[in-house]
């Protein structure tokens, strides 16, 4: 087996608060591997998006303290530089946020916040390569007239076309690993379904990783392989989606299945590898 992509290890996080410091994130392990789909479910307050953030490397300015592995690709996050930060995020590692209002400028047009990727990261690019670049993603993620999708603002767009345009920013430089915090909270029922199946696609087409975060026990058995389960900051039951989601071993996993048998009647049989 190759060496994965991400390797955390008793993973602690603790954040500063009145009465002192709070442990989000206590004892947490798994391990993704390349091209592989891991969800990360619990209630809000679990833990799960904390983890999304430390990987990404914001958590500084919370001043949360870090405790335990967290590598990249064999590369320790919590010992790099802010150089090597802005090095790695948005180019190998990249994340995908549940409001797209409140990821996007609102005052610079999509096209610009998607060069900004590349004018970053890939500085050799020409002005016409990077639009034609942006076309290329605007399109590729289904975004309908992307020239003149391409210059409009955030606010002229649907909040599903607005998740459109955060994931093509994620996946301009066909990052390695892909975290997804709740992805598509914000959307109704078919547009979920649209903007999931989209992630798979993409995800199966470059080789990506993805670490999807969610409290949707029926999004992680439709999308993942495996699922990790947390509660209150610990991992309560991990393993294969299917074996977690049809022989769930702890208490807390059956209960999040109890509160959605619509599950079992209706998803359970489609389950999919990402």
């Given at each position: 087996?190759?060496?994965?992509?991400?390797?955390?290890?008793?993973?602690?996080?603790?954040?500063?608060?009145?009465?002192?410091?709070?442990?989000?994130?206590?004892?947490?392990?798994?391990?993704?591997?390349p091209g592989q789909v891991l969800g990360i479910v619990?209630?809000?307050?679990?833990?799960?998006?904390?983890?999304?953030?430390?990987?990404?490397?914001?958590?500084a300015a919370s001043h949360a303290k870090i405790g335990g592995r967290l590598r990249f690709q064999g590369r320790d996050l919590p010992g790099l530089s802010p150089r090597e930060w802005r090095?790695?995020?948005?180019?190998r590692i990249a994340m995908v946020f549940q409001d797209a209002m409140a990821t996007?400028?609102?005052?610079?047009?999509?096209?610009?916040?998607?060069?900004?990727?590349?004018?970053?990261?890939?500085p050799a690019m020409s002005r016409r390569e990077i639009r034609a670049a942006v076309l290329a993603l605007l399109q590729r993620v289904g975004i309908h007239e992307a020239e003149r999708r391409i210059d409009s603002y955030p606010h002229q767009l649907s909040g599903g076309m607005r998740?459109?345009?955060?994931?093509?920013?994620?996946?301009?430089?066909r990052p390695d690993l892909l975290i997804a915090d709740e992805p598509?909270?914000?959307?109704?029922?078919?547009?979920?379904?649209?903007?999931?199946?989209?992630?798979q696609e993409l995800i199966r087409e470059q080789g990506t990783s993805m670490l999807l975060i969610s409290h949707d026990l029926d999004v992680v058995g439709d999308v993942c392989d495996s699922v990790v389960v947390?509660?209150?900051?610990?991992i309560v039951e991990a393993g294969p989606v299917e074996q977690v989601l049809s022989t769930p071993q702890h208490p807390y996993t059956r209960e999040l299945l109890a509160a959605r048998p619509q599950f079992g009647a209706h998803h359970a049989p489609e389950v999919q590898h990402g």
């Open positions: 087996m190759s060496d994965p992509v991400l390797d955390i290890a008793d993973l602690t996080l603790d954040y500063p608060g009145r009465g002192g410091m709070t442990r989000a994130v206590n004892g947490v392990s798994f391990a993704l591997q619990g209630e809000s307050g679990s833990g799960k998006s904390s983890i999304g953030m430390a990987i990404m490397g914001l958590t090095a790695l995020r948005g180019d996007l400028n609102p005052v610079l047009r999509v096209g610009d916040q998607i060069a900004d990727v590349f004018r970053y990261h890939r998740q459109r345009v955060v994931i093509a920013a994620a996946i301009a430089l598509t909270t914000a959307l109704d029922v078919t547009v979920q379904a649209q903007i999931l199946s989209l992630m947390m509660r209150h900051g610990v």
